[in-house]
Nanobody, 117 residues
Framework: QVQLVESGGGLVQAGGSLRLSCAAA????????MGWYRQAPGKQRELVAQ???????NYEASVKGRFTISRDNARNTVYLQMNSLNAEDTAVYYC???????????WGQGTQVTVSS
């Protein structure tokens, strides 16, 4: 069983920065792809950024150049550095990760990010 524990959300003014962290815990050897999704009120959950175990990254178009995803494989932790935040980034951010030979998916509990204008 894998648990994903998120931290780092909060309230920030427009133009500010936040860093989200997500640590995978449990009986794991290593995580496969890990990433961040977000869900704003009344909207569907969307992929924000994803990173493979080998460091290949993928970003949603609106966050390119502002957000950076990274990971520490030794700690099975993924980070999301968010800069130049704007009100449209306000959402609950969910950590997502895949584990094992069958690439089973797991979700964190979500962390609220609120950007005030």
């Amino acid at each position: 069983q894998v648990q994903l524990v998120e931290s780092g959300g909060g309230l920030v003014q427009a133009g500010g920065s936040l860093r989200l962290s997500c640590a995978a815990a449990g009986s794991i050897f290593s995580m496969n792809a890990m990433g961040w999704y977000r869900q704003a009120p009344g909207k569907q959950r969307e992929l924000v950024a994803q990173i493979t175990r080998f460091g290949t990254t993928n970003y949603e178009a609106s966050v390119k150049g502002r957000f950076t995803i990274s990971r520490d494989n030794a700690r099975n932790t993924v980070y999301l550095q968010m800069n130049s935040l704007n009100a449209e980034d306000t959402a609950v951010y969910y950590c997502n990760g895949y584990h094992g030979p069958d690439n089973q998916g797991y979700w964190g509990q979500g962390t609220q990010v609120t950007v005030s204008s």
